[in-house]
T-cell receptor, first 111, second 111 residues
Framework: DQQVKQNSPSLSVQEGRISILNCDYT??????FLWYKKYPAEGPTFLIS?????DKNEDGRFTVFLNKSAKHLSLHIVPSQPGDSAVYFC??????????FGDGTTLTVKP | EAQVTQNPRYLITVTGKKLTVTCSQN?????MSWYRQDPGLGLRQIYY???????DKGDVPEGYKVSRKEKRNFPLILESPSPNQTSLYFC??????????FGPGTRLTVL
């Protein structure tokens, strides 16, 4: 049973437009959610996180929204830039326990 | 510079020949873990360690061993590698409930 799902394997957007990456989870005990970005031949790097006590967290062009009732979170990138082209992983955790990752979404931002 | 290092970065080996992938972090993090990334399967946790001499199985521990004798090091041991362990491996560390820092990855091929 996959507890964290990213249903879109890929997403293509035009430079300057909004990118929206989605993530669904099934375990209601998860209370901390993170997004990581991965370029080819590199390890994932942390992008942004949100605690279950919040419904929104912003960091520059990146905003994460959490809808606990729907067990859904999304990452918005505005405006999208070609350098944002990467694989994005959603991860969820309960407290200080282990993280469970989604399968990733490959974002391509076209100039 | 704060970092997680892994060695080797690339390894081709044959079935049954014991190997160790080293992982070291210089951030004094308590928590370390190993993941494997396979096409379409995201990041799956192999083993994790909450602190020195404390390790536990992740989601896919079969065929792997780990040890945590020092806080900074967390080697991954394959006693008898098999072709289904051909994968991209990542080591990661974190302090408490913060985000994880990932190493650059080790691409392993078992013939």
């Amino acid at each position: 049973d996959q507890q964290v799902k990213q249903n879109s394997p890929s997403l293509s957007v035009q430079e300057g437009r909004i990118s929206i990456l989605n993530c669904d989870y099934t375990n209601s005990m998860f209370d901390y959610f993170l997004w990581y970005k991965k370029y080819p031949a590199e390890g994932p790097t942390f992008l942004i996180s949100i605690s279950s006590i919040k419904d929104k967290n912003e960091d520059g062009r990146f905003t994460v929204f959490l809808n606990k009732s729907a067990k859904h979170l999304s990452l918005h990138i505005v405006p999208s830039q070609p350098g944002d082209s990467a694989v994005y992983f959603c991860a969820a955790r309960q407290g200080a326990g282990k993280s469970t990752f989604g399968d990733g979404t490959t974002l391509t931002v076209k100039p | 510079e704060a970092q997680v290092t892994q060695n080797p970065r690339y390894l081709i080996t044959v079935t049954g020949k014991k190997l160790t992938v080293t992982c070291s972090q210089n951030m004094n993090h308590e928590y370390m873990s190993w993941y494997r990334q396979d096409p379409g399967l995201g990041l799956r946790q192999i083993y994790y360690s909450m602190n020195v001499e404390v390790t536990d199985k992740g989601d896919v521990p079969e065929g792997y061993k780990v040890s945590r004798k020092e806080k900074r090091n967390f080697p991954l041991i394959l006693e008898s590698p098999s072709p289904n362990q051909t994968s991209l491996y990542f080591c990661a560390s974190r302090k408490g409930s913060t985000e994880q820092f990932f190493g650059p990855g080790t691409r392993l091929t078992v013939l």
